[in-house]
């Protein structure tokens, strides 16, 4: 008991501060989530023509994963929290 | 010789000329064959701008078709699924043991969304929770804050129905208004067992059922430098007293009665992120359940030990989590609940003829506080984490209570006055379904836990083949939202 309460105490401290490069490679991209379903963004991912488009082939095999994985997580048809007034 | 050179001066000129006529001759022809065959282009390129002006045409119509048939669709609809394998083992503090075992149970859920304006959307959530080959009635079903939270028969109850209306959406504090049937279920930080985002609005550990009311809430994203902070007001009804409820027949809906007051909430929530820690949440919460009724089903309300309001509650709560926590595929959460009850000296009769006050005995007004702790972590690994391992553990004092009688699992652990210890294995199917293992340890050492009615008892003093002592359960769901 005593440990939880202080690992609760604690915890805001031991947290360090970290930010996705992701949404801001994204954005560099005008590449907007919420524009498209899963769907479509995996079809993005799967044609080299689309991938062309949107400028995507340039990048790096690990960012396109962590790209499509980024896009997919957000589409329009993702699962979204579900929030009073938000 | 002058007249030699001048006819071959003269022969020279002439057949140059006639050698340019001819070249000249040519490069007209070719001229005119580039213009047929332009022309033809021209023709063919006609053509088929025409044909693809009708395809064109025929495309927006289709498109014309799509965009009539989505703006006729006024309600999105999601699936969410749950298949419960339970196997009980129980401990009653008289020395018994009883197994249950092979307890199976669905959970369907239909979610609705529709975007009415851009400033007004509505949700829903319409559930039904039943055991395998049994459609008979949970008792429980009747409380309005367990309506589809506790498996009882295959009716479809409504879970959520409420609008979001913003407001001075361009504001430096925008605003919403949510009314209706609230997301106050599933809150965090239950999400991490379902393998989903977070579901509801207000921490778990103080909160999770049904409930009806009112939220204002603002964005004060702005006013501490940090995204996605709110402040939320809430009022709500906990029990609301009906005359048709009170004598069979009297169909006077909502009537006022002098003998009973109706149970209201209200509460202010701080919801804002750790500064610069992506996926974290913190959520401190004070809320004020104003007269409580000792059992919003009984409609004996006149007699002496008959139903009455027995006093009013303070629940304050802190909690922070933080989801895939520096990249690392673990999620941690902790969470405090303080609650503190102020019994008004009112008793209730409960069915075996014992006196019992607001977590007390008859005629106590003492106050009463107790707290809880909840912390819990869940780390996933494999390729794209299709595994996933979680742990959990609470603890509540004697004299714990909270409002999680709808809670997210039959075993309404939140509520436990004494330790309860979780843990589960994960394999995530897919995207949207998920199969989990787990087992579950609750050990209470206080008696009537979630009660607010009566004394909490030591365990260790009480002999009854009512009061159980340790649960257990090694469970298998499997779950499903689309």
Do not use: C
Not at chain 2, 93 to 105: D, F, P
């Amino acid at each position: 008991m005593k440990l939880s309460f202080l690992f609760f105490i604690f915890l805001p401290l031991i947290v360090s501060a970290h930010d996705s490069e992701i949404s801001l490679l994204a954005k560099r991209l005008n590449l907007s989530a919420g524009s498209k379903a899963i769907v479509q963004w995996e079809r993005v991912f799967k044609s080299t023509r689309k991938m062309k488009k949107y400028k995507i082939d340039t990048l790096t095999n690990e960012k396109k994963e962590m790209l499509k994985e980024y896009l997919i997580q957000h589409a329009i048809d993702s699962d979204q929290p579900t929030i009073a007034g938000i | 010789m002058y007249k030699f050179i001048l006819l071959t001066f003269l022969s020279t000129i002439i057949g140059n000329a006639a050698a340019l006529q001819s070249e000249k001759e040519l490069t007209n022809k070719e001229l005119l064959q580039e213009i047929n065959s332009l022309k033809k282009e021209l023709q063919e390129l006609k053509q088929s701008t025409q044909e693809n002006r009708e395809e064109l045409e025929d495309i927006s119509d289709f498109t014309e078709d799509i965009e009539a048939t989505l703006l006729k669709d006024k309600i999105e609809f999601g699936l969410g699924f749950k298949t419960n394998l339970d196997n009980f083992n129980k401990k009653y503090s008289n020395g018994e043991h009883v197994r249950n075992n092979n307890i199976w149970s669905n959970k369907l859920m239909l979610n609705m969304k529709a975007d009415i304006t851009d400033n007004m959307k509505f949700y829903g959530k319409l559930s039904m929770y039943k055991y395998w080959g049994s459609s008979a009635i949970h008792p429980y079903t009747y409380y309005d804050n367990m309506q589809g939270r506790v498996p009882s028969d295959s009716s479809i109850y409504a879970e959520r129905a409420y609008l979001n209306w913003f407001f001075y959406k361009d504001s430096a504090f925008p605003m919403a208004l949510t009314i209706g049937r609230l997301p106050t279920s599933d809150g965090p930080s239950h999400q991490f067992k379902d393998n989903t985002v977070r579901k509801g609005t207000y921490t778990a550990l103080l909160f999770d059922g049904v409930a009806d009311g009112i939220v204002f809430t603002t964005n004060i994203s702005k006013l501490l430098h940090n995204k996605n902070s709110y402040i939320r007001l809430g009022y709500s009804k906990g029990y609301g007293h009906t005359e048709s409820s009170q004598t069979a027949g009297n169909a006077f809906i909502g009537a006022s009665n002098s003998d009973i007051d109706d149970t209201n909430v209200v509460g202010i929530f701080l919801d804002t992120p750790l500064p610069n820690v992506k996926n974290s949440l913190v959520q401190l919460t004070y809320s004020r359940m104003f007269d409580i009724v000792a059992n919003p089903l009984d409609t004996n309300i006149s007699a002496t030990g008959a139903n009455d309001n027995i006093g009013s509650l303070d629940l304050l709560g802190a909690m922070v989590e933080l989801t895939n926590f520096k990249e690392t595929n673990l999620d941690l959460f902790a969470q405090f609940g303080y609650s503190i009850a102020h019994p008004n000296g009112t008793s209730y009769m409960l069915p075996n003829g014992e006196l019992v006050g607001l977590l007390g005995k008859d005629g106590d007004t003492s106050t009463k506080s107790g707290y809880s702790t909840w912390v819990g972590g869940r780390y996933g690994f494999g390729e794209k984490q299709k595994y996933k391992v979680g742990l959990e553990y609470n603890y509540g004092s004697q004299n714990w209570i909270n409002l999680t009688q709808g809670g997210f699992d039959i075993y309404n652990k939140l509520a436990t006055r004494g330790n309860a210890y979780e843990a589960y294995m994960m394999y995530v199917i897919n995207r949207n379904a998920n199969i989990r293992l787990g087992y579950i340890n609750i050990d209470y050492n206080y008696s009537r836990s979630g009660w607010f009615v009566g004394e909490a008892q030591k365990i260790s003093t009480v002999d009854s083949a009512d009061v159980v002592e340790r649960l257990q359960s090694v469970y298998l769901k499997m779950n499903v939202h689309f």
